[in-house]
């Protein structure tokens, strides 16, 4: 029988509106002159807004499903979504200045950038496996193209040409497994295989197999070990500004698909999902943190640091708890805005010709630049886990989770290679302020981008004093 429900599509209107932007801007960026292509800035800008608006002012109470059962719209949805436009405001921000001195300012990396957000939203509210796939390639191709962006650097083509293929045997990996589990659920409602799980766990081999391939795809998209080959290399080939899109917002993404299926769908299987994220997640805090010493490329290095922070951040899923979520989505939020801002700083030292990726690129900031080698400072800190900023909570959180299922071994793993961790972190912090400038020019900052990165790392050191309330969010997020 058919199904002739009309949906509600009041459900998606963020997701609707930032569509129909998107095509808009495409469509008026072809009629712009070159001296006026800050229109489609301006107005990716405006969509980012209008979807804030509409996602704020128009709340839903509970949990709301449309489209015949394939999009939800829950508090967790929209608290996400939030965090997503902000860091994607930051990343247009930070890349308007760098890509109008390589010539490479053009609406087409906006419009990417806005179908690369709308592929993010509709993930944080699949209801489904095919919601879950369509979101995930609507995102993954737009990545693709932004890798490629920069159409004359070899470096960036090779990245984009490592990081879809792949890119393209993680999806194909993840849709394999999903397919199991339809073939076996009947189903392609999350919770609907949920249910079902829960009352066949143990007796069907299939759905092994469904979970090992649906854990592996999720591990690619993380970038966790040993699944982690594309990471290093997309992020130093990528033009910096598109590797700050890609380690900041898709992260918040990747963490809600990966909510939704293990906790959602697969929830029945956790003994066995656990086993396979412990695993998962000692050796990306181990092999991240440890190669990330030897790297004197500071994107590279960040690179590495990423894989660690995805070590982090699966702990709390591996504790199978309420209060394990909630961490978990603390740490992917506030992960999202240090990495921002951490590329922000490096895309504020480059110029034209000059990318600023190498450590010694950072040397003596702290004289050319007082202000903004403390803001450095203060994200090297709060990436390390130092008191009093937010990374330092993040990492306790996550911690605690931990403790509260007796696996007191695996914390004092972590805790063991954070410690390593905070060497290379602290490096830079050595390079700012002890070493002399190879270049010793002033920096030179739009007003903007000044006032933009400033707030990034204030704002890290701010939910650091005062993470109470971002906490309280997530918590009651999480039901």
Excluded at 255 to 274: K, M, N, S, V, Y
Excluded at 320 to 325: A, E, H, I, K, R
Excluded at 383 to 392: H, I, N, Q, S, W
């Amino acid at each position: 029988m058919i199904n002739t429900e009309v949906p509600n599509f009041a459900i998606a209107l963020p997701e609707i509106f930032v569509l129909g932007m998107a095509c808009a801007i495409l469509v008026i960026d072809l009629f712009l002159p070159e001296r006026h292509r800050a229109v489609s800035y301006l107005l990716a800008q405006l969509t980012l807004l209008g979807a804030l608006m509409l996602t704020v002012l128009f709340p839903i109470d509970g949990a709301a499903v449309t489209f015949a059962g394939t999009f939800v719209r829950d508090s967790m949805a929209d608290v996400l979504k939030i965090f997503i436009y902000l860091t994607t405001a930051l990343v247009f921000v930070y890349s308007r200045d760098y890509l109008i001195e390589r010539k490479l300012f053009k609406g087409e990396y906006f419009v990417l950038g806005l179908f690369g957000m709308l592929g993010m939203m509709i993930m944080v509210s699949a209801a489904s496996f095919l919601t879950v796939y369509l979101g995930l390639e609507l995102l993954s191709l737009s990545l693709y193209a932004m890798v490629a962006f920069d159409r004359d650097s070899p470096s960036a083509s090779e990245a984009a040409m490592k990081y879809f293929v792949l890119g393209a045997i993680a999806s194909g990996m993840l849709l394999y497994g999903m397919s199991m589990l339809y073939g076996v659920a009947h189903s392609l409602n999350i919770s609907e295989v949920g249910s079902y799980i829960a009352r066949h766990a143990g007796h069907d081999q299939v759905l092994a197999f469904g979970l090992v391939f649906v854990v592996v795809g999720l591990a690619f998209k993380f970038g966790a070990v040993p699944f982690h080959m594309w990471l290093p290399d997309v992020y130093q080939g990528a033009p910096t500004s598109v590797t700050l899109y890609v380690g900041s917002a898709p992260k918040i993404a990747a963490f809600a698909i990966t909510l939704r299926l293990l906790t959602e769908g697969l929830q029945g299987l956790h003994p066995d999902w656990q086993q396979m994220l412990i695993i998962l997640s000692v050796l990306s805090l181990g092999i991240g943190n440890i190669v990330a010493i030897a790297q004197t490329n500071i994107k590279r290095m960040l690179a590495y640091s990423t894989i660690s922070h995805v070590g982090f951040l699966l702990l709390g899923f591996l504790a199978g708890t309420q209060n394990g979520y909630a961490a978990s989505m603390f740490y992917t939020i506030t992960y999202a805005i240090m990495a921002a801002g951490s590329f922000g700083m490096i895309m504020l030292l480059s110029r034209s010709g000059f990318e600023a990726d190498a450590l010694d690129d950072f040397k003596g900031l702290n004289e050319r630049s007082p202000w903004f080698a403390f803001i450095m400072l203060i994200l090297m800190f709060s990436l390390a886990g130092v008191p009093p900023t937010v990374g330092f909570y993040a990492k306790l959180w996550v911690l605690q989770a931990v403790l509260h299922i007796d696996m007191v071994w695996l914390a004092a793993v972590a805790v063991a290679f954070s410690i390593v961790g905070a060497f290379y972190y602290l490096r830079v912090v050595k390079l700012m302020y002890f070493d002399k400038p190879v270049d010793s020019r002033p920096l030179q900052v739009s007003f903007d981008t000044g006032v933009v990165v400033s707030a990034n790392g204030l704002a890290v050191l701010l939910l650091g004093v005062f993470p109470g309330a971002l906490i309280t969010i997530c918590s009651l997020s999480i039901v």
